[in-house]
Nanobody, 126 residues
Framework: QVQVVESGGDLVQAGGSLRLSCTASGLTFDKSSMAWFRQAPGKEREGVSCIGWLSGNTNYADSVKGRFTISRDNAKNTLYLQMNSLKPEDTARYYC???????????????????WGQGTQVTVSS
């Protein structure tokens, strides 16, 4: 059974930084694309960033470009999201997703084959 577990969410002030981590098991991690999604109360789910098998293949939502960095450590089966210059509008529950359906510069989408973590809460105060 695939297990995806996120950690690192916290309450921070605007302009601060956080690093989210995600550990995935039960799949071939180094041959799996990975992604981060987020959802705020009353808002639709949003694809934040994704990364392919190779660390050089990365994509970001326009709202986080230049501020967030996605990376992976295949030896540890771990995915990261470094979040800098955080804004109140970044407040959301962040989800790690294994095997997203689409990871491109235009769209980050999750389909029925994707595996989701339980999420970790990020709250940015003004």
């Amino acid at each position: 059974q695939v297990q995806v577990v996120e950690s690192g969410g916290d309450l921070v002030q605007a302009g601060g930084s956080l690093r989210l981590s995600c550990t995935a098991s039960g799949l071939t991690f180094d041959k799996s694309s990975m992604a981060w999604f987020r959802q705020a109360p009353g808002k639709e789910r949003e694809g934040v960033s994704c990364i392919g098998w190779l660390s050089g293949n990365t994509n970001y939502a326009d709202s986080v470009k230049g501020r967030f960095t996605i990376s992976r450590d295949n030896a540890k089966n771990t995915l990261y999201l470094q979040m800098n210059s955080l804004k109140p509008e970044d407040t959301a529950r962040y989800y790690c997703v294994a095997r997203p359906y689409l990871c491109s510069s235009q769209q980050i989408l999750a389909g029925s084959a994707a595996h989701w973590g339980q999420g970790t809460q990020v709250t940015v105060s003004s």
